[in-house]
């Protein structure tokens, strides 16, 4: 009875890891390659307003999500951008506010000599910890957001799934499209 019962717990212990494993998959579109631990959901959304479009790529596991977003911007109107940091300090204050956040870490980066951004968000009011990476790379706005439980410090997979980011360029300096995720496990 009692090696059944261990045999039982066995079965279950494993057939819960098998639900929670990630396939890592490499994600290359919108002049951008990542690697994600599994299939993203994509998504589209344009601003009528303005012509910006940002594409969503998305994985959500019980307690962690990994996102991806591609905020392209007509190029006539990336002329007018010249402050990246400007661009980074109004998406930290606005998802800083939308949180009612505490920011725990902010900091400078660049990717390929373009600049960046990476800063972490501790909120209450949805019990989790985000981390973000953006960069600029006209005519493009990268983000990079990790999310798990508050006070939850960066996992292994989360610092592959953002250490994994990199862009291409077409000759006129713009990042180009990609092709559709490929796995690489």
Same mark, same amino acid.
């Given at each position: 009875?009692?090696?059944?019962?261990?045999?039982?717990?066995?079965?279950?212990?494993?057939?819960?890891?098998? #639900?929670?494993?990630?396939?890592?998959?490499?994600?290359?579109?919108?002049?951008?390659?990542?690697?994600?631990?599994?299939?993203?959901?994509?998504?589209?959304?344009?601003?009528?307003?303005? #012509? %910006?479009?940002?594409?969503?790529? *998305? /994985?959500?596991?019980?307690?962690?999500?990994?996102?991806?977003?591609?905020?392209?911007?007509? !190029?006539?109107?990336?002329?007018?951008? %010249?402050? +990246?940091?400007? /661009? !980074?300090?109004? #998406?930290?204050?606005?998802?800083?506010?939308?949180?009612?956040?505490?920011?725990?870490?902010?900091? +400078?980066? *660049?990717?390929?000599?373009?600049?960046?951004?990476?800063?972490?968000?501790?909120?209450?009011? /949805?019990?989790?910890?985000?981390?973000?990476?953006?960069?600029?790379?006209?005519?493009?706005?990268?983000?990079?957001?990790?999310?798990?439980?508050?006070?939850?410090?960066?996992?292994?997979?989360? $610092?592959? !799934?953002?250490?994994?980011?990199?862009?291409?360029?077409?000759?006129?300096? +713009?990042? $180009?499209?990609?092709?559709?995720?490929?796995?690489?496990?």
């Amino acid at each position: 009875m009692k090696t059944k019962l261990l045999i039982q717990a066995a079965v279950i212990t494993l057939i819960s890891l098998a #639900c929670n494993m990630k396939h890592w998959q490499t994600v290359s579109e919108h002049g951008f390659t990542v690697t994600m631990p599994g299939v993203p959901k994509r998504s589209q959304e344009t601003d009528p307003a303005d #012509c %910006v479009t940002t594409y969503n790529y *998305t /994985i959500q596991f019980r307690n962690e999500a990994y996102t991806v977003a591609s905020v392209e911007y007509p !190029f006539a109107q990336t002329d007018e951008i %010249v402050d +990246a940091e400007a /661009i !980074f300090d109004g #998406c930290r204050k606005r998802d800083l506010t939308g949180m009612n956040g505490t920011l725990i870490e902010d900091g +400078a980066i *660049t990717l390929g000599g373009y600049a960046g951004r990476a800063f972490s968000i501790d909120s209450d009011e /949805i019990r989790a910890t985000v981390t973000y990476r953006m960069y600029w790379i006209r005519p493009r706005l990268y983000q990079l957001v990790y999310s798990r439980p508050k006070g939850v410090p960066l996992s292994a997979d989360a $610092k592959r !799934f953002l250490d994994s980011f990199s862009f291409q360029l077409t000759s006129s300096g +713009a990042s $180009k499209p990609g092709q559709r995720s490929e796995s690489i496990d």
